[in-house]
């Protein structure tokens, strides 16, 4: 089944898209209402959350361009001697314009 | 978690701005992928008001990159359902690790609040919560994601006007700001020899995924195997 895009088509896409969305944003807390929270589900949930960032950087982390590795060795480096997560967060992106700019890319 | 000062954990306008002052700085960011996607959703063929529009309810980049991949005169339902849900499945995943503090909040608020929910101020918003900073964290993340969500609409608008002078934002390394800022974010959290074991199954989890599963399920599968691997580590020490 598909939509038409034309006139008012689109607009339906969008509230689909919306809706699609609404629902990943409202569904963990929703689920979660029904979940007893005892203290494996409390573990649980705090080694997850922070799994969610790893877990969203490594893949990138391996599978990135050269300029996508080294821009987050830089952030990492510099986030954990200087304490400093801005200016980490800068060079990190200065880092990967430099090494693509200079890359064949 | 268990002994939550319910007074702390509501939303105050000193919070909110607080929130709304943190997150001015990558909101620029985001206002320049904004124009990019605006530049992208015109150049796919999307009239100027459908563009905005989707900005302003989707407000989720990636999944609004993503359903360009199938506009056309025609846009089929059930691939553009399975596109975006895969795409933003880790707001379940995020809205889970929030609930042991938003169930304290009415529905209205609870939910209302995760409407602004995005990488960013989910990231910061979780770190105030584990230091129990209830009302700064709640300004952050309704702060925070305001902030984000206008300057996501104002940068889709901007795009469709000056969208070509950044037509490339990858060559300028402004596709790695996101990443590097939860990064800094992961960095931040305490690093002992648990969490450091628990990042790494995450992170192997992840990556394997990412090769072999099926697209966008590597972020769930590094949560699966850090959760799994947070029961069953015992922590050293309890905190109460």
Same mark, same amino acid.
């Given at each position: 089944m598909s939509i038409e895009t034309a006139g008012t088509g689109a607009l339906f896409v969008i509230l689909i898209m919306a809706l699609v969305t609404l629902v990943t944003r409202w569904g963990g807390v929703f689920v979660m209402s029904?979940? /007893?929270? *005892?203290h494996k589900v409390q573990q649980f949930i705090a080694a997850m959350s922070g799994s969610v960032l790893v877990a969203i950087i490594a893949p990138l982390f391996i599978q990135g361009d050269m300029g996508a590795k080294l821009a987050l060795a830089m952030t990492a480096i510099f986030a954990l001697t200087t304490k400093r997560p801005l200016t980490a967060i800068a060079l990190g992106i200065a880092m990967a314009a430099v090494t693509r700019q200079m890359d064949i890319y | 978690m268990s002994e939550i000062d319910l007074n702390d954990l509501r939303f105050s306008a000193h919070h909110f701005y607080s929130g709304v002052r943190k997150f001015l700085p990558i909101s620029l960011f985001v206002a320049i992928f904004g124009a990019a996607f605006g530049l992208a959703a015109s150049q796919t063929g999307l009239d100027d008001l459908s563009t905005v529009l989707m900005s302003a309810a989707v407000f989720a980049g990636a999944s609004q990159f993503g359903s360009l991949n199938l506009w056309g005169t025609e846009v089929p339902i059930l691939p553009l359902v399975v596109t975006v849900f895969a795409i933003n499945a880790r707001h379940l995943l995020m809205g889970a690790s929030l609930y042991p503090w938003l169930k304290h909040l009415n529905p209205l608020k609870r939910y209302g609040v995760m409407m602004v929910a995005s990488d960013a101020n989910w990231a910061m918003s979780l770190q105030a919560f584990n230091r129990r900073e209830y009302g700064k964290a709640l300004g952050i993340l309704l702060g925070g994601g305001l902030t984000m969500w206008v300057f996501w609409i104002a940068g889709t608008w901007l795009g469709l006007y000056f969208g070509s002078s950044i037509s490339d934002p990858k060559a300028f390394g402004l596709d790695m700001v996101m990443s590097c800022f939860l990064l800094t974010m992961v960095l931040e959290g305490k690093k002992d020899q648990r969490t450091l074991i628990i990042w790494g199954g995450a992170a192997v989890a992840s990556v394997l995924a990412y090769l072999y599963? /099926?697209? *966008?399920s590597h972020v769930f599968a590094g949560a699966l195997v850090g959760g799994l691997l947070g029961i069953i580590l015992k922590e050293e020490s309890h905190e109460h």
């Open positions: 029904f979940v /007893p929270i *005892n | 599963l /099926p697209e *966008n």
